[in-house]
């Protein structure tokens, strides 16, 4: 059983989380302080994290949590030197837990970069997806100064990392159906097209949603999951398109009713056409 750590806060970020925040909880409260960071849930997920002895913070969050003002929040409500950014749909194992705790505790580094390995539909996609992040740091170590969805903040120089092999890694529940799926990612592509990006190329999104496909169900291993990870891989290059898609409207100008005003004009061409 790995050692709890005084030095670290476990932060779990949640919403309406009353069906998965226990379990999380349970994987988290021995090994040092949990702080909830709820984003205003309607349903039980504070009362049960105050149960279980959690400090919570209520934040409304700009539909993600890695924004500079939600990341400034927790750095102020944290009292340990160390944290912990996590999610209620993750989990940790305990060698994972147990590297985890170690880092923390040598003084030998400032921050940990951790693997995250997906579940989708109940399983185990392998590598497919997996992603690495700076998951476990000082509070010093990341800037999150104008930080943008999908990124983490900057590694202070001079922070020092260690980034533990694949085999120590976050156990990550997709919990999403193919409607809340779509959902999601309406969402999270509405936030990226309001930032200032470049709009891949037709031919670059060719290329890249291939290299999702061969590098993620045959190097990765997805293809291992059978169709539920087919099925992921199909979400993902999806998410590209989507991404894309909105970033070209926006920059083009076009909502409904300026595609209306453009089919108009093709509609009047038609009916001069028939003069």
């Not at 909830?36 to 002895?53: C, F, H, K, P």
């Not at 999908?150 to 533990?164: A, D, I, K, M, Y």
């Not at 976050?170 to 509405?190: E, G, P």
């Amino acid at each position: 059983m790995p050692k709890a750590s005084s030095d670290i806060t476990f932060v779990l970020f949640t919403f309406n989380e009353e069906r998965r925040i226990e379990r999380a909880i349970l994987n988290f409260v021995k090994f040092g302080r949990i702080l909830l960071v709820d984003n205003e849930s309607t349903d039980r997920t504070r009362e049960i994290a105050m149960q279980y002895g959690c400090d919570v913070l209520v934040n409304a969050n700009a539909g993600w949590v890695e924004d500079e003002a939600t990341a400034a929040r927790v750095k102020a409500a944290v009292k340990t030197e160390w944290i912990y950014w996590g999610f209620a749909d993750e989990m940790v194992g305990a060698e994972t837990m147990d590297a985890i705790v170690s880092a923390v505790g040598s003084g030998r580094f400032d921050i940990v970069n951790l693997v995250r390995k997906n579940y989708y539909y109940g399983e185990f996609c392998h590598g497919a997806f997996a992603s690495r992040m700076n998951r476990v740091f000082k509070k010093d170590a990341i800037d999150f100064t104008g930080n943008k969805i999908h990124l983490f903040g900057r590694v202070v120089p001079g922070s020092r990392v260690q980034e533990l092999p694949s085999t120590y890694f976050v156990h990550h529940f997709i919990s999403n159906t193919a409607k809340s799926y779509l959902h999601a990612m309406d969402r999270y592509t509405d936030i990226e097209s309001t930032e200032d990006r470049l709009i891949p190329s037709v031919l670059r999104l060719i290329v890249s949603g291939c290299k999702l496909v061969v590098g993620n169900l045959l190097l990765r291993g997805g293809g291992r999951a059978g169709a539920p990870g087919y099925f992921l891989t199909a979400q993902m290059v999806y998410y590209q398109w989507l991404s894309a898609m909105k970033l070209y409207e926006k920059k083009a100008g076009l909502d409904r009713n300026a595609i209306e005003l453009k089919n108009d004009a093709c509609r009047d061409r038609i009916l001069r056409s028939l003069r």
